[in-house]
């Protein structure tokens, strides 16, 4: 989860997301070196008091900075559609969960072992435990077994409503009148926190999302126990 003192992505704890964050850092070094590289050439024309006309004036040096931008797209397109792909993948899931978007809570349902429904609202800060986070807590959370792949259906019975949770890399839109698909594979285990990313009203920031990844053994038991 996130915290005051992270500047960078949080721990990625599924494939998709450990490509993205891998994605982040190889065009970040790519911006990097433009920037250094631009600099460079604006502090050299300003050193010469823009006197320099093999730098005002040079073809070559048109032809390279026409060409290198060219090049530097191709560098970071190529990954960028194949992590696309990625993202929209879903043959084969193990396991689809129904996602419903409500102003201001998620409705989630399992059909694939036996019906189960139920909501999920944010806990209210007057009944948090101590170790339990605020406007992050949900009264009901969402399980999954980790190391399978998960098809999250979304949509919404009201306005676009966003299933976001940073550390699996799944964003997807809970639009109405319409399903969207997103997929997600947990690596371990543990309490996975997100929230509501499109601005759907005046509580758009009190409906968080809370998943718990647990192993097969014990999803299975969820499943008979609920």
Request: net charge negative.
């Amino acid at each position: 989860m996130a915290t005051w003192s992270n500047l960078n992505f949080q721990n990625a704890n599924s494939p998709l997301m450990e490509q993205l964050i891998m994605f982040h850092d190889h065009t970040m070094m790519i911006i990097l070196i433009i920037t250094i590289s631009v600099s460079y050439m604006m502090f050299t024309i300003m050193m010469n008091k823009f006197n320099d006309r093999m730098m005002l004036e040079s073809q070559t040096i048109e032809l390279v900075w026409t060409i290198l931008p060219a090049i530097m797209l191709i560098f970071i397109a190529l990954p960028s559609l194949k992590i696309l792909y990625m993202l929209e993948e879903t043959a084969k899931p193990n396991i689809t969960i129904k996602t419903i978007g409500h102003q201001w809570y998620w409705s989630y349902e399992y059909s694939d072992f036996k019906k189960i429904e139920f909501d999920s609202y944010m806990k209210p800060s007057n009944d948090l435990n101590s170790n339990e986070l605020r406007l992050l807590e949900t009264d009901n959370s969402v399980v999954i077994p980790n190391n399978n792949k998960v098809r999250m259906l979304m949509t919404s019975s009201d306005v676009i409503h966003s299933w976001t949770i940073p550390s699996l890399g799944i964003k997807v839109d809970a639009s109405p009148g319409r399903i969207n698909q997103g997929n997600l594979i947990s690596n371990r285990p543990g309490l996975f926190y997100g929230q509501c990313s499109e601005i759907c009203g005046a509580n758009h920031s009190f409906m968080p999302i809370m998943l718990e990844s647990i192993n097969m053994k014990s999803f299975i038991s969820w499943i008979k126990n609920y």
